[in-house]
């Protein structure tokens, strides 16, 4: 991304439990990177009474916006995007509190209400999530907003104060919570879902998950599978996984609790009112499985700008749009990956007689070729690894755990070594061996034929016999790079893929090879 | 490093055993990198007589010097380079098979002497390898070139018929080499040396040893120790390792050296007289060991162009170059780097009396300061751990093992965390430890006051009792942002390195700050 040309964009979400100030890079429409963050507990629901938010509270968050406004200024912010959600908006004194914010600071928060905030987290979501029908959940401090989602579009919002520090503060006393007041609360929970009416009718649809909570709840859980990949993208959580929690959450006192792999320490304290809450959600639903979104009402905010110019702010095809931003980060060489994603679709097409495969293959496919060379930002050298290593890092938000893995090996495998999923072994299985070594031995073939990095080959042909398999490469002129490449690095695994003799050849005739003269040939190392 | 300003340069090599095509991308005097890099073994001594190169051999020269230069067209090279070496120069058919090149390939060879090619030699190692007196040894597949290095400058050059490839053509037949073959070699090692009478004179002086033969010799060595870092700058080559390594090559057949690992296999027929080659200049200089370069001729080549501006091609300091060099290729901050690299000195300075350090170690915070924030190009999540990831893999010449270490954890350090130095402890003791965390604490404290990234704090004072350690921030305005950091993220690493409960405040008055409202003060987690 030209960083030139980006915009930034500082976010501050004015939680109840916690204030957080993001800033992305953006080009809109283009690309997009966090590219700093901050986070402080508030609590600012904290001793709230009919009065509204107590002196200390306020006091803790107003130098938290003093902070984050000073930062946003040190750091050149184009744009402050800030928003505040249930604990002002439900505090009797929330008005004078922003009064005073937008006074002494020149913030303007804008206080969400309940349905906004669900708007919100359905925007965040549904850049991340494909979706159609379906309910979005974001648990948060002070409140639990339910967004129901209809033809992909925010159909209607609902918020119920049933936050994990509002239910910490109002039912627990003791530590661990005893019988009694877990009863209370989950008689409170009962209670205000009751509310939301339309909630029944959602039975057996998609649920999505967000906030501090349902992603403390997934990392729990990604910890204790050891999940492979660098990000909660698509990861799915499963009933039995929370509840499983919400067992050691009864069982442990707060030191223990703070010591379970992938809980934030200062979430210790109010994680279990909010593990009962998505419990109850998904009994309403009755469902077994919640899918994580990483984005939520602050990514929301963002996209808002973000996809301004389109008629409602999510992106068109989240699975294309996540591989392209990740290429776009990372300064892919634009014509290159096209031009190789353009050989390698025109092989997988040509050969589906011989793999089998269709278009969801095709999709991953077609994801590496863009990223295949990403690597090449941290350095020539094994950049095919490096590639791998920044695929499962940032993470593919659309893509299913198992279709991001395929995706890394795809980069790592489009140059050098036999394709091998140990890597990811707890993702995928047998017959993924074998797809990572036909796709990988195709996008192999197709980054030889563009080792000019020039478009030189417009186009390659494949025919085969039961023994032979026969490319035949289309050109202005004798494409010599691209034949010593293709028969040096490539026609080994495709001859492992697809179980024949590989030849290369090209239709212009070798004009400029004189008889006599060596021609390439493959057998010996030759790239290093 | 801005692509679009840069110049590719691609230097072609026509060795003797190999072929290589190197492509750097570089604005001169400011930053290079390698980005692409093309290696074929062409054996062009193979069956050399008195008439000359065979003609399969030229064939397979000449083969390769075609794809080179239309792998060049493709990927747009704006100069290419191309040298020959000892084959081209010493074969009685080279003048007709140069006229070939250029005439039907459109490549000038500039064939080097063996003075010349131990002038590049020279110049590719004083890029590398800071030295004032010494010797720089290259053994190729044909020659050697030994190189007589006064007050860090090129002095004298002598070429000797060598080479790994030219003495195994002679001398031997069997598999492994019987002690008959080694007798013969031994002895005309001894002759030929004996001829570049300027050697003895060189007595104790520092060796530097560079080319495929001594990289390989030292690659087998860092496979033995398990050597942490991923690139060779800095490593030393002891004799005991050569020796070990030479009885090995005389022990095994040709299939079981291939196995050696970090031995190239297609090398694994020609390393033993190299490795005798070494040994005997050793013996001659009487060292114990040899400093690796990973940069030789070609280098040497690229650098004439790259230095083109200076008296004399060389860095004028190898360490701040390479610390630079990494910093541009990765975009850094340049603002932000130095204003941090300035903050983390004035402390380091002023605490001399409590930590005892001096110029070494200031240079290692320097150096750490400039490059702390590499990471951010691969993400803002856990940028110190790619930080320490992209020092670790592209290495710094001109440094140290140990000091490339201290300052990859330092880079890591400047952001959470306990300083550790398990990553790296084959290389460190003990005593680096402590030195790892005063200075990640000293360098911790100068990225809060940097957290702005603006340059907001002009200057920061140190005072101390034997209880207490006081820092106070010099700025036009009350540093709210600066102290908050600094107090949340910084301080108890400061206790730990310094021993003495630590305070920040600041020479402006907090006008800003009203009565009352909480202000900040460490002790909760913070950045997420």
Redesign the interface.
């Known amino acids: 991304m030209d960083?030139s040309s980006a915009h930034r964009f500082a976010i501050i979400d004015l939680g109840s439990n916690t204030a957080r100030l993001v800033v992305m890079q953006a080009i809109p429409g283009y690309a997009y990177?966090?590219?700093?963050?901050?986070?402080?507990?508030v609590r600012l629901r904290q001793g709230m009474t009919d009065e509204g938010m107590s002196e200390?509270a306020m006091?803790?968050g107003?130098?938290s916006l003093?902070?984050f406004k000073?930062?946003c200024?040190?750091?050149?912010a184009d744009t402050i995007l800030p928003i505040a959600t249930s604990a002002v908006r439900e505090a009797a004194n929330g008005p004078v509190f922003v009064d005073r914010v937008a006074r002494?600071i020149g913030i303007s928060l804008q206080v969400l209400d309940g349905e906004r905030e669900a708007y919100y987290d359905a925007i965040g979501a549904l850049n991340e999530v494909p979706m159609k029908e379906g309910i979005v959940v974001d648990i948060g401090g002070g409140s639990v907003q339910v967004s129901d989602i209809c033809e992909g579009s925010f159909h209607a919002g609902a918020s119920v104060t049933l936050g994990a520090l509002a239910l910490t503060e109002r039912f627990v006393k003791n530590d661990p919570a005893t019988d009694d007041e877990i009863k209370g609360m989950a008689t409170e929970i009962r209670r205000q879902l009751d509310s939301v009416t339309w909630l029944r009718e959602k039975r057996g649809d998609m649920l999505v998950g967000l906030g501090g909570t349902i992603r403390n709840l997934a990392r729990i859980e990604s910890e204790r599978v050891h999940h492979p990949l660098g990000t909660l993208h698509g990861f799915t959580l499963s009933r039995d996984s929370i509840e499983e929690s919400i067992q050691l959450f009864r069982e442990l006192p707060l030191q223990d609790r703070q010591g379970i792999p992938g809980l934030?320490?200062?979430r210790a304290d109010i994680i279990l009112p909010g593990a009962m809450v998505l419990v109850a959600i998904m009994d309403r639903l009755d469902v077994d499985s919640v899918a994580i979104s990483e984005n939520g009402v602050r990514e929301g905010v963002f996209f808002e700008r973000f996809w301004q110019h389109l008629s409602e702010p999510v992106i068109p095809d989240v699975r294309r749009f996540s591989v392209l931003n990740l290429a776009r980060n990372y300064?892919y060489e634009e014509q290159h990956a096209n031009h190789v994603r353009f050989l390698a679709g025109r092989l997988f097409e040509q050969l589906t007689s011989l793999h089998g495969y269709g278009l969801p293959e095709r999709e991953l496919l077609d994801a590496a070729a863009l990223l295949h060379d990403l690597g090449?930002?941290?350095?020539?050298?094994s950049h095919h690894r490096h590639s791998q290593t920044?695929v499962e890092?940032?993470g593919l938000p659309g893509f299913s755990p198992r279709e991001s893995a395929i995706i890394a090996l795809l980069t790592r495998y489009h140059r050098k070594g036999n394709p091998d999923i140990s890597d990811y072994e707890l993702l995928l299985e047998r017959d993924d061996e074998i797809l990572l070594t036909r796709l990988a031995a195709i996008l192999r073939v197709a980054e030889c034929l563009e080792?000019?990095?020039?478009a030189?080959i417009d186009d390659v042909i494949a025919t085969w016999s039961d023994n032979v398999l026969r490319m035949t490469l289309i050109s202005d002129e004798y494409p010599?790079?691209e034949l010593?490449q293709a028969e040096r690095n490539a026609a080994q695994l495709m001859e492992d893929a697809f179980t024949r003799s590989v030849r290369f050849d090209s239709f212009a005739p070798p004009l400029?090879w004189?008889e006599?003269?060596?021609?390439?040939s493959h057998g010996?190392?030759?790239?290093?």
């Open positions: 960083t990177r966090l590219v700093d963050q901050v986070r402080e507990v200390p006091a803790r107003f130098s003093r902070l000073r930062f200024d040190s750091t050149a002494e934030n320490s200062d300064d090449r930002i941290v350095g020539y050298n920044l890092y940032n080792r000019g990095r020039n030189d010599a790079v010593w400029e004189p006599g003269e060596q021609r390439p010996l190392p030759l790239d290093q």
